[in-house]
């Protein structure tokens, strides 16, 4: 069983950049859907990701088809604010299969149709949408994340360390 955070079509290198860094820190692979708004040299990529892209498990797919074929046998999750189900009423502790968090791009989310063929597993973060139209992609990316992993009791994850300066001890 595996965690996957799934990018479609992303367009802001340091979205990406930053949700690469969260994927390193929790051992999650991640899937990058093309075209992509950016050239993944991208310098603001690079930065947002620091030093830890030797780190990141990364697949890109071609379209979403293609990536529907890799993931046929997983669990979809997609995210969106147009979910009927809040993403923390979802059980994540199945350990036989694959679980792939799908978010759309920042500008316009994922595709209607993909939406409407797969509307039993479109959940929302609750928010305020007077307030705002969407909650930041990596920081929904990292909400998804942990709760998955708590509710999978935090598997191959440290609950703590101990650092040789450590300010702690």
Not at 56 to 63: G, K, L, M, S
Not at 65 to 85: E, S, V
Request: net charge negative; charged share 25%; hydrophobic share 35%.
């Amino acid at each position: 069983m595996a965690n996957h955070i799934v990018l479609f079509e992303p367009q802001i290198p340091a979205n990406t950049g930053n949700i690469a860094r969260t994927c390193a820190g929790t051992n999650t692979h991640l899937h990058l859907i093309e075209p992509l708004g950016f050239l993944t040299d991208d310098k603001h990529l690079k930065r947002a990701g620091l030093d830890y892209w030797n780190d990141v498990n990364i697949t890109y797919h071609a379209d979403l088809d293609a990536f529907l074929d890799h993931a046929k046998n997983g669990q979809l999750h997609l995210i969106t604010k147009f979910g009927h189900r809040i993403y923390s009423e979802v059980d994540y502790t199945d350990t036989e299969e694959d679980h792939y968090f799908i978010f759309g791009k920042e500008t316009t989310g994922l595709p209607e149709e993909f939406m409407r063929a797969h509307e039993e597993d479109c959940l929302r973060i609750p928010m305020d949408d007077t307030h705002i139209r969407s909650l930041n992609l990596s920081n929904t990316a990292a909400i998804l994340i942990y709760e998955a992993l708590r509710q999978q009791n935090f598997v191959n994850m440290e609950l703590t360390h101990h650092y040789q300066n450590d300010k702690l001890d």
